[in-house]
Structure formats: C-alpha cells, structure tokens
C-alpha cells in the first residue's frame, strides 16, 4: 500500500458535493459535522473519490470548502489520506504516514507498514485487504495502529479502486480516521473478552469449538485438537474444512441448519477416519448469537465414545448369551421336572391308599410351586434383560378380575377370608392392552395379600384415575387387612429377593421376587406401584396402568331392566354389603341393605306397608341362621303384598349344600320365588344376570329355581381316538405323555430324532405330531421345515412343539419353522386335554369336521336338543340337565350379542374366539344344528370375509330360541 499525501487543494475540492448531497447538513454547525466525520468515513471517502475523478481542484477563495478548510477538518479530524498501487503495496514515501506512525519509507515500503499494525489484528488486516484488492471491492476495515509515541490507537481505514477511461485499475485511493482512545476502548474490551474466550476454551476438559459463519474457529479446546487427530498448537482463523476436507460432505448440511436457528444433536455417531479406522462420536452442534442477536455463528460439542460403544456391544452380547443360558437352562430343569410332575398326575388318576394319595399330593403340589419358583427367576431375568415383550389385545376387565378371584377362592375359603371385588361404574371394561400381565401382577398381589391375613377381608378395587383421547389411567387397589408392613421394611419391598421377614424362623415362604416381577411390569405398562401399610391393621398395595379403551358399546339390556327396581341386601358382612348396594346404584336400583334376619323382615314390612314392597331380596346364607331364613322366606311367601319379592341366596362355594338344603325345605310355592344361587365372592356381570333373570315372566319361574349358577359337571369327551406321533429323546417324558395320552383315549407311538418322524410320516399319516425342539440328528425345528417342504400344499400335518423352553422369542421360533402351536413342558393333564380339544374342534377346513353329538333318531324331527345324549351324559339327572341347559342358555344369548357387536366392526378375531367357544359348547350340550353354523361362522372370521355373516347370526338366534322353548316348555311338564 502506497501512502501519500494529497493536495489539500484536491481534498478542499472533493468535500462539496458530498456534502451537499447529505440532506440536511448544509447548515450543519462545524463541531457537529465534526464530530460526525469519524463515523462517516465511507461518504468521505466517496466525496475524495468523486472530486477527485471530475479534478476540480482549483483553489476559488471564500468558497464554503476552501482548500484550508479542507486542511484544517483533515487535522481536526486527524484523517490521513494515502494512494496505493493496483498490488496494494506502498510505492512512494507518505510523509503523514511516517509522521504518525514513526516508520520511515524505508520501512513501510512494500507491505513493511504492516508492522505499524497492532499484532493480534495484522493477519486480519492483510487478509481483508489482500481480499478487496484481488476483487475491486471498497475496502472497510478497523485496526490498532501503533503511534510514534509506541501506544496504539483505533484508525478507520476505508478504500476505493480509481479506474481509468478505459476501466483499468490505476490505483487506490484511501482514508485512515484516527478514532481515538474511546474507540480503542471498546476494541481493546472485545479483544481481551476475546482472549478470555479463548484461554477458557483451550482449558475446557471436552471438545469443544466456537466457530463463525464460514466454519472459522474462533476458539477451540486443546481436547478438541487431541481428539480431531489435528497435529497443531493452534487452527485459529481456519476453515474447519480446511483441515478435515473429508467431513465437508457430512458437516456442511449440519452446519448450514446450525445457522438457520436449529440445534443438533447426535448420542452415538459412526466416522470414518482418513487411516480407514472407525471413530464413534457424540456431538452436539447449536447456533450462537450476536449482541445484536443475530446469529455468529455455531458451537460444536463432541465426545469419543468408542470404549462406550464397545461397552455395549459387549453388554448386548452377554445378554444375548445370558438369555441362551436361561433358555438352556430351563430346558435342563424343566427336563426332569416334566417327569416327576407328570408321573405324579398320572399316579394321582390311579387307586391308592389315602395315605399314598396324601404324599403323591404333597409330590404334585411341591412340584408345581418350584415350577412357580423357576418361572419367577425366568420372569426376572427377562426383565432385567428388556426381553418382555408386552402384547396388546381386546379384553374384558370384569373377566380378568373374575378369573383372577376365580383362582384364588379356594385358599380365601379355606382361611375363613372374605374375598371382595369392585370395579367402580365409571372404569371402562372394554380396554386393550396384556392382560396375561395385568392378571400375573393381580394373582401376585391379591396371592400375597392372602398369605398374610388370618382374619378378615381382602378387598380388590379398580378405579379410573384419568382419561385423555382413547386411553384411560387406572389404579388398581388390593386391600387387606392382615399382619401389615414396618414403615422400615416398606422401602425395599420392591427389591429383588427381598423380604418382609428374612429370618430363619419366619412363617411365610416366598422367594421375594414376585414385587420386584411386579414393579416391573407395571413401569413396563407406564405405570407405577407402592404400598400403605399399618402394622397390626393391614396393608393396602396399589399400582396404576395406562390402558387403550375399545370402541363404546351400547348399554346393555340388563341395566335398562334393572333401573328403578328395588333391592334389599341380607348380609351380615359390611363390605360385602357396601359393594353389592354400590353395585345397584350404578345399575339405577334403589337398594337398602341390612345385617340381620329381625333387621331384614322389619324393613320387608316397612316397605310392604308403605305399598313400595321389594322387588328382589339377596340372602347371605349363614349355617345357625338356616332355619330362620326358611321362615323368613315362607313367611314373605305368604304375606299379600311380599309374596311378589324375588329371592336370591348367597353363599360360598364350600357351602352351597345350604342353598340345596334351603330348597329341600321350602314349599313348593316358596321354592319357586327363589330365582337363583349366587356365589361368592360377587361377581359384577354375574350378580347383573341373577337380577335380571329373577325379574323374568312367572312362565320361567320353573326354570330359575333349579340352581343354573351351580357347579356343572365336565361334560364327557366324544372326540375320536386321535393317531399320535411323539418325537421326544427322554425316555421319561415318553412314558408321561404316552400314558397321559392313552387316558385321553388316544393312540401314540414315540421316536427319539428328527430323522425318525420323518421316516414314519413316509409310511403313514398322523392326525398329530408332538415335536420336541431339542433332539439328537435332527432337532425339532428342522424336522418341522423339512416336512413342510414335503408336504408343499397337498396335506398339512398338525405339527405341536413340545419342548422346555419358557422364552417369548421361542413361540416365534416355533411358528416361524412351520409349527402350529406351542405347549411348554411340564405339560399339565388338563392342559393337553383342553389342547387336544381346541385342535379337534377348529381343524374341520384342515383335516375333517369333528364329529359332533349325533341325533338320536328318537325325536330329532321334533325337537332342538339331543335329550337322550343328555340323559347319558347326566345318568338321569334332570337337575343337572336344566342346570346344564340354562348355563347354555345365558351364555350363548351372551355370546351372540359380542359375535353381532363382533361382526359390525369387522373384528375378526373376536368372531374367531367367540364362535368357536359357542360350536363348541352347543355341541357339548347337544342342540342341533348350532355346532355347523357356529364353525362356518367361525371359517368366516378365519377367511375375514363377514358379508353373509348377519345370516347365520340370525339362524344361531332361531335355533337357540327354540332350544330355550322347548326348555321352558320341559321344565313346566317335569313340575307340573
């Protein structure tokens, strides 16, 4: 750069124009335009430019820009004017230049006035002007200067290129504008804050840099440059591409949305390194702002997290190991126990002395609660390892809950315990979600409750806690009232294997894993568990759920019915008492309830004469009450007004001897009021059925009184003797499944392999094989594929795996090399049966229609129902026939009401499950015709096409019509 100093006659020249072209500032006072010059360098510039180019440099006296006026501004604005050559490089001496600055020519010639430059901003400064000397662009830049007195001052430096007429460049002219100390001030402020910045950021212990818009690092950390791979002390003012040219592709895209606004972020990264090495990376990148608050640029973030990545590849590998040990491990256990659990069931159906059928029960029951024990472990394990898989499907809530209690009753009963339920009216019972684990953490609960209560009630109790869109928050609550729990012992309740009581003479056995199990099913379902617990008074343990609602459905008849009607509740229970009244208030009854009989009979009377007598009465039955509650009965009976009331008696399922003794000792016309026997604990849909069914026409009064809610017997199995083939290598297991199978009336043989079955289903045909997954030669899953391929699409052998193994992802494995179903050793006696059953009943599209009861050539014209299949079945008990009947009867109204709901909304695996439930029970108690239709509308729901599906809904709905007339009709004749 050249700097000379020109003619002030030619500056005096150049000001006017401008000036004048500055609205405004012609009448401007001189220490306001002044003070206004350093901070207008640019249009100062542009006038010297300008003035110089029309060379209006004669010098006119008493013009307003006078060339000492001119001079006088440039000083008092201390403004040097300089010319540099079309390189940019000083050519000639520059006296103001030399004066100010100390440099002689000889050391500013060429780029030596660098040196004047401040050294933290010369490298700026030669790039900026280096950059506007190659492009012809203004030149604008601020920069310390040193003084010939040695201190630094703040100079505004502005250029312009002259060209000549025919537009090539003759040289730059330019201005410097000391700014002064004020200036220096704030730069010197922003360099030290810059600095500060810096020396911060080069200490930081990560990786971090501070980058501006072209991607220049401003600062960087010391980590950064390690761990870049970078082999210099500082990158400061280069381009990160610069030096790392292979991460353009991937960071320019990530840079430019840094710059937009957006912050980035990315937990495990994988690079590629220049060496071809792999690097994984954690980083982060955002946007920083201005003081203007505009974007300067980004700040990146990043960490070498390769020892975490392999941590946990390593981690994944021994989880998948740990999870192939359980696996194996299993099989091993459940090996030997599937030998003594089944030898223990078979010997339990032979004759034994009652002291040999006491051990054997102690055998079977020991066994099966170390398989209890096992599945605990494997549950845990599961867990731990994130290999629960939760399942999503339609369920009804009452249903799971009856089950659950259903389970439970025995050991409640045999304790002398109250066991209560109540699903408050405003829980939805149509829901979605794993009910196999809702039931697994209620048996768990409700199963520890009764362990430890002697005396009293257990209570479970489901209420809605929130409901957003399709899903609704549930609590569940489990109430004892028990030995309770130290406040101490409450904390770690929770925690695997731990234990209220731990002491080698404690009284209660369990491993303690079955909270743990629950706590973590229910976080698994989104949901959190705890207890409240009082020493001596009992514990209360509770947990919430979120679960999907189904579609609403309309309200059921029997809630119509009911409304308005009114109930007295004799039940010396309070609770019992409370639930039951809840109950029919949510139902629109008006209920009264009561302890005693003396209590009960008052308020008969007090409601007769004020001529609202009941319309239903529920009787608890109590063994010394017995005799009262016959008298109370025919006492209403008789009474003109009570006459009306319908009874329904309550009792347990250990003492419903009491309801038939009842029966045996009332009138004829007493017994026909009491309309049905219900029993505890009270089930919500069972206790709605009673009640509406007590409310029906005096015709079917006959009917209700036979005790439909009794116990029915296990109808007799008509299945055909089944051609088995058994690949198992256990000679122990041979033995159980071969006499289990030989009880069920079927034939069997056993292989050892693979290579075995498939020679024997060569030579003949099998209506099943039972596949053992681990075998010698060739294993289950390959037999399974190889037989398969065989097969092709001419014939489709039934294919069940029988195997040890109790993990999900073994189902899949099973189904996925062409198995059809999946049974896990032990293989309990019922279980095969119920197995067994279900096959033969759906395989009429597979293999052949299972035979169903055949008509009697007695009365099959005239009549719906096989009544002498019947009368074998029962051995002439027509008790049990009715009772049979009706139970038929209210379930399948029930089941065609869910199959018509169903088929409206295409639910196909509902109608499945459904209609394979009716067909199978219609044929148990032999109504014609049903069995047929059920399973074609079952093969609907299988090939998920319903269109003529409203047909046959129609058709199962006349045929159970006239089976229930011709009931109803039997029933009067058999009493009259």
């Not at 609550?477 to 130290?486: A, K, M, Q, R, S």
């Not at 290598?729 to 056993?750: F, M, P, R, T, Y």
Request: charged content about 20%; aromatic content about 6%.
């Amino acid at each position: 750069m050249l700097f000379a100093s020109l003619p002030l006659t030619a500056i005096a020249g150049l000001l006017p124009p401008v000036m004048g072209s500055l609205a405004g500032l012609e009448m401007v006072s001189f220490p306001g335009w002044l003070a206004w010059i350093p901070y207008s360098l640019p249009i100062l510039l542009a006038g010297i430019l300008y003035g110089k180019q029309r060379l209006l440099l004669e010098d006119r006296p008493g013009a307003f820009c006078s060339p000492n006026r001119c001079e006088a501004w440039l000083e008092a604005a201390g403004a040097i004017a300089w010319v540099a050559s079309p390189t940019g490089e000083m050519l000639q001496e520059q006296p103001q230049w030399s004066a100010f600055t100390g440099q002689p020519y000889e050391a500013l010639k060429g780029w030596g006035w660098l040196n004047a430059i401040h050294p933290d901003d010369r490298d700026r400064t030669l790039e900026q002007w280096q950059t506007a000397v190659l492009q012809r662009t203004p030149f604008e830049f601020e920069r310390r200067v040193r003084q010939a007195n040695g201190e630094y001052c703040l100079m505004r430096s502005s250029a312009r290129p002259i060209l000549e007429a025919d537009g090539k460049l003759r040289e730059w002219v330019g201005v410097e504008l000391n700014l002064g100390s004020v200036g220096l001030e704030e730069t010197d402020l922003r360099a030290s804050q810059l600095t500060l910045l810096q020396t911060i950021i080069a200490q930081a212990p990560i990786a971090i840099a501070l980058l501006d818009e072209q991607k220049r690092y401003i600062a960087h950390s010391q980590k950064w440059l390690s761990e870049s791979g970078i082999q210099r002390a500082s990158v400061i003012g280069l381009r990160i591409d610069e030096i790392r040219p292979e991460l353009q592709t991937k960071w320019q895209p990530l840079y430019q949305r840094a710059l937009q606004g957006e912050s980035l972020q990315s937990l495990e990264d994988r690079w590629h390194n220049p060496d071809g090495t792999i690097a994984y990376w954690k980083w982060a990148i955002q946007p920083w702002y201005t003081s203007e608050d505009t974007i300067g640029g980004a700040i990146v973030v990043k960490e070498r997290i390769d020892e975490f990545v392999r941590a946990k590849e390593e981690a994944l590998e021994t989880a998948r190991i740990k999870s192939q040990f359980l696996a194996n491990m299993s099989h091993e256990i459940r090996t030997p126990m599937n030998g003594v659990l089944g030898m223990a069931g078979l010997l339990l159906h032979t004759p034994l002395m009652p002291k040999q059928q006491d051990y054997v029960k102690t055998l079977y029951t020991s066994t099966r609660h170390l398989l209890a024990i096992i599945n605990d472990i494997l549950d845990v394990s599961k867990l731990e390892a994130g290999e629960m898989q939760l399942e999503v499907l339609d369920f009804d809530l009452n249903t799971c809950i009856d089950e659950v209690v259903d389970l439970l009753v025995p050991q409640a009963e045999t304790k002398g315990l109250e066991l209560l339920t109540l699903v408050f009216c405003t829980v939805p019972r149509k829901l979605r979600g794993d009910v196999v684990r809702l039931r697994q953490i209620l048996i768990n609960l409700l199963s520890n409750a009764l362990k430890f209560t002697e005396v009293g009630e257990v209570t479970i109790q489901v209420s809605q806690v929130d409901e957003i869109g399709d899903r609704v928050k549930l609590r569940f609550c489990v109430t004892d009232t028990g030995i309770g729990i130290p406040s101490e012992i409450q904390t770690r309740l929770f925690q695997a294997f731990s234990q209220a009581d731990a002491s080698t003479t404690r009284r209660f056995g369990g491993t303690g894993l079955g909270l743990s199990i629950c706590q973590q099913l229910v976080e698994l379902m989104k949901g959190e568990i705890g207890v409240e617990s009082i020493p001596g008074q009992g514990s209360t343990f509770w947990f919430t759920v979120t679960l999907e609602k189904q579609p609403e459905t309309p309200v059921s008849e029997v809630t119509v019915a009911l409304a308005g009607k009114h109930l007295l509740v004799i039940e010396p229970h309070p609770m019992t008492r409370q639930i039951i009244q809840y109950l029919a208030f949510s139902w629109g009854m008006r209920a009264d309830t009561v302890a005693d009989r003396a209590s009960a009979w008052n308020a008969l009377q007090k409601r007769a004469e004020a001529g609202t007598p009941y319309d239903l009465a529920i009787l608890s039955l109590v063994s010394d009450e017995l005799n009262t509650d016959v008298l109370l009965i025919e006492r209403a009976r008789n009474h003109p007004v009570l006459a009306q009331v319908k009874w329904l008696v309550l009792t347990t399922v250990g003492q419903r001897d009491r309801a038939d003794w009842l029966k045996e000792r009332l009138s004829i016309s007493a017994a026909a009021s009491v309309r049905s026997h219900l029993l505890k604990p009270i089930r919500e849909s069972r206790l709605q059925q009673s009640l509406e069914q007590a409310l029906l026409t005096p015709e079917a009064e006959n009917i209700s009184r036979l005790n439909p809610n009794g116990d029915l017997s296990d109808a007799a199995s008509n299945n055909p003797s089944l051609k088995i083939l058994i690949a198992e290598d256990n000679s122990i297991n041979q033995k159980v499944i071969l006499h289990q199978l030989q009880l069920l009336g079927h034939e069997a043989e056993c292989v050892e392999n693979g290579q075995q079955v498939l020679a024997k289903l060569e030579k003949q045909q099998y209506d099943i094989v039972f596949m053992d997954c681990q075998m010698p030669v060739l294993d289950g899953y390959a037999t399974t594929q190889e037989l398969r391929r065989r097969e092709a699409n001419h014939h489709h052998t039934l294919v069940i795996a029988l195997t040890a193994h109790a993990m999900p992802a073994d189902a899949e494995k099973c189904f996925a090399a062409g198995m059809d179903d999946y049974v896990s050793k032990p293989v309990d006696f019922q279980q095969l049966k119920n197995l067994l059953r279900r096959w033969i009943e759906s395989n009429s599209d597979a293999a052949q229609e299972p035979p169903h009861p055949k008509p009697s050539t007695a009365g099959s014209e005239s009549s719906p129902i096989d009544w002498e299949r019947l009368e074998q079945l029962s051995r002439g008990n027509q008790t049990f026939i009715y009772r049979l009947l009706i139970s038929f009867i209210e379930a399948a109204q029930t089941d065609l009401l869910i199959l018509s709901e169903a088929v409206s909304r295409n639910n196909y695996a509902e109608v499945v499950q459904v209609a394979h439930r009716l067909r199978g029970s219609s044929a148990n108690v032999g109504i014609y015709g049903m069995p047929q239709q059920a399973a074609q509308l079952e093969k609907m729901g299988r090939d998920r096409n319903l269109e003529t599906a409203s047909i046959l809904l129609d058709t199962l709905s006349n045929q159970l019509l006239q089976a229930e007339v011709e009931i109803k009709a039997r029933a009067k004749c058999d009493i009259t």
